[in-house]
T-cell receptor
């Protein structure tokens, strides 16, 4: 069965510092990978997705992620964070079949301090 | 713009009450999902539907049922609410045309059962 592990439950960081949020998945078949962001009291919004092609994926708000098949990872990065990036971030995987179902990680709370 | 709406942002119910959570999408999506979100557990799939009147259990269906009478509307029903169903409930939808697509989320309903 698929699973997704987000290695850090909380990541505190100072404004303008770089950040990496880590995500590992387990699957024996081809996967499709997503990062979502949830701002306080809101639903989830898609940040970026990897379906195929280039392993470096760029998303909204200056975020990017790299798909690493050998390490089964899909880490999210941003070179310089802002206060407004404070939110919870979720990594998710889909095997493609099964009607678009996603398996989510536990979430990482990113806290950006001035 | 894609839109998924949920009938209530906040709901307080008593133990034993029957609770209805409504979700409507305006994108003509085939697939709709109900998740619950709890701290440290991420999003867990309760039920999903891939067509009108079609449904499939997710990972935690116990204590819940669903209804999909029209393509745009997907309802989650708590037959007899219990305190352990206090949670954030998120609805999502996706299209299955042309391969894997991201899910679009509603703003969530925070349900408290007292």
């Amino acid at each position: 069965a698929q699973s997704v592990t987000q290695l850090d439950s909380q990541v505190p960081v100072f404004e303008e510092a770089p950040v990496e949020l880590r995500c590992n998945y387990s699957s024996s078949v081809s996967v499709y990978l997503f990062w979502y962001v949830q701002y306080p009291n809101q639903g989830l919004q898609l940040l970026l997705k990897y379906l195929s092609g280039s392993t470096l994926v760029k998303g909204i708000n200056g975020f990017e992620a790299e798909f690493n098949k050998s390490q089964t990872s899909f880490h999210l990065r941003k070179p310089s964070v802002h206060i407004s990036d404070t939110a919870e971030y979720f990594c998710a995987v889909s095997e493609g079949l099964g009607g678009g179902k996603l398996i989510f990680g536990q979430g990482t709370e990113l806290s950006v301090k001035p | 713009d894609v839109k998924v709406t949920q009938s209530s942002r906040y709901l307080v119910k008593r133990t034993g009450e029957k609770v209805f959570l409504e979700c409507v999408q305006d994108m003509d999506h085939e697939n709709m999902f109900w998740y619950r979100q709890d701290p440290g557990l991420g999003l867990r799939l309760i039920y999903f539907s891939y067509d009108v009147k079609m449904k499939e259990k997710g990972d935690i269906p116990e204590g819940y049922s669903v209804s999909r009478e029209k393509k745009e509307r997907f309802s989650l029903i708590l037959e007899s609410a219990s305190t352990n169903q206090t949670s954030m409930y998120l609805c999502a939808s996706t299209t299955i045309g042309q391969g894997v697509r991201e899910q679009y989320f509603g703003p969530g309903t925070r349900l408290t059962v007292t």
